[in-house]
């Protein structure tokens, strides 16, 4: 295995049904914001605590502000971090002018998990209707490594969290890095 991917050993596994899965489940944490500071962060304090309740370990947060070359190349080198098999960025994906989250990342990704934003926007509009349209909410695969783009409510991480990102991301973190895996 290369050191530019995420190590698994033993934390590789199978589920019920055989898929491949990674737990626990090490997770990257980075809030998108020019307004937060730490301690005034909903958003990834809700992504944190989820992740733990599940049996996952926060392994690196970080804030950053809404800056196109600061977020793409902090979710570059946490991407490509050891300890890290999933990243879930919060905030900065709306309209306006600064939500430049999207952006950013989409331009990493090798691969696009397309259905990830299409499905939080419907589980989104049974929460807050028609506004739900609004959301830019985005995932893809970096080095090995699913990146999903949370708006940065509390409700909306904790929606895409619990109804999302933590049942799935196991199992797209071995996907993505079952090439990594030498076969016996």
């Given amino acids: 295995m290369t050191d530019d991917l995420v190590s698994t050993e033993g934390r590789r596994g199978t589920d019920e049904d055989g898929h491949d ?3 626990p489940l090490y997770v990257a944490i980075v809030t998108v914001s020019s307004s937060r500071d ?10 944190a605590e989820l ?9 690196a947060r970080t804030l950053v502000s809404d800056d196109f070359a ?8 946490l991407a490509n971090r050891r300890d890290v ?27 696009e998990i397309p259905g990830f934003g299409e499905l939080f926007r419907n ?13 830019r909410a985005i995932a ?23 109804e999302l990102i933590l049942p799935e991301a196991p199992h797209l973190a071995g996907l993505a890095t079952r090439h990594t895996v030498e076969e016996p």
């Fill in 21 to 23: 899965v990674i737990d």
């Fill in 38 to 47: 730490p301690s005034s962060d909903p958003g990834g304090d809700t992504a």
């Fill in 51 to 59: 992740v733990a309740d599940s049996g996952g370990r926060v392994t």
């Fill in 70 to 77: 600061t977020i793409r190349g902090t979710v570059d080198r």
């Fill in 85 to 111: 098999d999933c990243i879930v960025t919060t905030g900065g994906t709306g309209m306006t002018m600064d939500d430049v989250t999207p952006v950013a990342c989409e331009g990493l990704f090798e691969r």
């Fill in 123 to 135: 589980v989104s509009y049974d929460e807050i209707g028609h506004r739900a349209m609004a959301s």
């Fill in 140 to 162: 893809g695969i970096v080095a090995g490594t699913p990146i999903f783009c949370l708006p940065g409510s509390r409700a909306a991480v904790r929606t895409g969290m619990t």
